[in-house]
């Protein structure tokens, strides 16, 4: 992946169309017995694999952080915070580490962001409802729903063939072909 690239009208709608979805994820999620699972980090983890970690961030941080204003604002910064950084770690891990094996490396990197994101979740549980008790109950959900959009990104991105779709959109030529002089390069 490029360290810098335009911000082109594809740039900027893929962010936008990622964000849209994670704040639309937010606002219902799968009944389990005892709670909810959200397909929100579905969407986070696979925008983190496709982009770079600014774009990343924007889509899981600033997306949660929407999607809980708009849902259930209690959790809202602790969203932000979580998923931001989830988000940045994948998509930091996945493109600079094992280049030779992208496959290793997105898998490695969104098991990390599941660790992030059951970590960052549950301590702030335990600072925004003041008891450890309802964090750790709470515990085994956050754990199913980090491995569940950890398990369903990497179907996405490589089982579907995104990753392949995502780089001929994003290639150098598509960039080029656009009309490049219109463009405005960013330093990421």
Known sequence: MRQDYPITAARITTVAVLM??????????????????????????????????????????????LGDLLFYPVPMFVSLVTHGLQAVAIS???HRTLRKKPYTASVIAVLVGAVIMVTGYTLGKCFIYSTPEYALMKLPY?????ALGAVLSIILYWKCGLHKLFKIQFSEKA??????????CMKN
């Not at 986070?44 to 600014?54: D, E, K, R, S, V």
């Not at 956050?142 to 980090?146: K, L, R, V």
């Open 142 to 146: 956050e754990i199913a729903q980090a």
């Open 92 to 94: 930091l891990i996945a």
């Open 20 to 65: 849209a979805m994670n704040i639309a994820l937010c606002a219902f999620g799968i009944p389990v017995p005892g709670g909810h699972l959200y397909l929100c980090d579905a969407v986070i983890c696979l925008a983190a694999l496709l982009l770079n970690p600014l774009d990343a961030f924007i889509v899981g941080g600033i997306g949660a952080f």
């Open 175 to 184: 960039f080029r072909a656009g009309g490049g002089k219109q463009q405005i």
